[in-house]
């Protein structure tokens, strides 16, 4: 079993940057990593994919904005936004899966809010 906690959550201003970490219990180098964003009223949105190679893949509305990586010396993965928008507010959570196994594992959640 993996547990995540994410944190560097926080407040920013339109056009600035902020990043996200999540960090895992146990190793992550066997788990491709997601990270979702979930905004009131909104469904939960898949922002950006780690592959277990460290391939990397965007949601089109976060494309050239942001980017995922991973370090799994450190058992954490980073979610690095930059040229915020205040669409961008919303609760960032982590998930871990494995690929071909049903099992997966969520974190908390960090609360990002860009607002003037």
């Known amino acids: 079993q993996v547990q995540l906690v994410e944190s560097g959550g926080g407040l920013v201003q339109p056009g600035g940057s902020l990043r996200v970490s999540c960090l895992a219990s146990g190793s992550i180098a066997s788990y491709v990593m997601d990270w979702y964003r979930q905004a009131p009223g909104k469904q939960r949105e898949l922002v950006a994919t780690i592959t277990v190679g460290g391939d990397p893949a965007y949601a089109d509305s976060v494309k050239e904005r942001f980017t995922i990586s991973r370090d799994n010396a450190k058992n954490t993965v980073y979610l690095q936004m930059s040229s915020l928008k205040p669409e961008d507010t919303a609760v960032y959570s982590c998930?871990?899966?494995?690929?071909?196994?049903?099992?997966?594992?969520w974190g908390q959640g960090t609360q990002v809010t860009v607002s003037p």
């Open positions: 998930k871990a899966r494995r690929v071909g196994q049903t099992t997966y594992y």
